[in-house]
């Protein structure tokens, strides 16, 4: 059983930062990739980035691009999202997923919820103007 548990939400102002993490636990399958997705009240989950096992191939959404980071740390079984220049527009729920899907593409990280077969409770980020 695969568990995933997000950390590090909170209320900040806007232009402030919010560093989250996500810890894996139990048995993880293989090489995966990890994935934020935020969901706000009313709307469907959305993709925000996500990052390959390597680590050197990682996607952002446009609409976090320059100013999200997602790393990963995989002796930790962790993954991250550092969070700056929050907007309130960024408040929402934030997921992370693994992707176990094997891709013919060596470089392709998939920005569909669908692909994503395991999910964490969330975290909520609340940003204030």
């Known amino acids: 059983q695969v568990q995933l548990v997000e950390s590090g939400g909170g209320l900040v102002q806007a232009g402030g930062s919010l560093r989250l993490s996500c810890e894996v636990s139990?048995?993880?399958?293989?090489?995966?990739?990890m994935g934020w997705f935020r969901q706000a009240p009313g709307k469907e989950r959305e993709f925000v980035a996500a990052i390959r096992w390597r680590g050197t191939i990682s996607k952002h959404a446009d609409s976090v691009k320059d100013r999200f980071t997602i790393s990963r740390d995989n002796p930790k079984k962790a993954v991250y999202l550092q969070m700056n220049n929050l907007k309130p527009e960024d408040t929402a729920k934030y997921y992370c997923?693994?992707?176990?899907?094997?891709?013919?593409?060596?470089?392709?990280?998939?920005?569909?919820?669908?692909?994503?077969?395991?999910w964490g409770q969330g975290t909520r980020v609340t940003v204030s103007s």
């Open positions: 997923g693994i992707d176990t899907t094997i891709y013919s593409s060596s470089d392709y990280v998939s920005r569909q919820r669908s692909s994503y077969s395991f």
């Open positions: 139990g048995r993880a399958p293989g090489f995966y990739t």
